[in-house]
């Protein structure tokens, strides 16, 4: 019964900002690194940013000093504060739960995404 829930994607003009949240259940939410993904169309599904239970981040080059990933363990909720957008930034965000151990990865699962949209 695990669900991972977004929501928060929209239309923006260039420049503009955006918050993009996932809500879990059905997993220990704490123990987990949250990531989030973003697919545009016709292209692949690329890793935007993760944030572990130890709280350390990551980001892609391409969203760096721009985005921003935090967490709520309490609310079991992921946010991705994204800034400056810019129009390749339109893609379908997808918030990803992942049960980390050293490199291992031994669960995951998946959001249905939100859009996002960057347009003038």
């Known amino acids: 019964q695990v669900q991972l829930v977004e929501s928060g994607g929209g239309l923006v003009q260039p420049g503009g900002s955006l918050r993009v949240s996932c809500a879990a259940s059905g997993i220990i939410f704490r123990l987990y690194t949250m990531g989030w993904y973003r697919q545009a169309p016709g292209k692949q599904r690329e890793l935007v940013a993760t944030?572990?239970?130890?709280?350390?981040?990551n980001y892609a080059d391409s969203v760096k000093g721009r985005f921003t990933i935090s967490r709520d363990n309490a609310k079991t909720t992921v946010y991705l504060e994204m800034n400056s957008l810019k129009p390749e930034d339109t893609a379908v965000y997808y918030c990803?739960?992942?049960?980390?151990?050293?490199?291992?990865?031994?669960?995951?699962?998946w959001g249905q995404g939100t859009q996002v949209t960057v347009s003038s």
């Open positions: 990803n739960a992942d049960f980390v151990r050293g490199s291992m990865s031994l669960y995951d699962y």
């Open positions: 944030i572990t239970s130890g709280g350390s981040t």
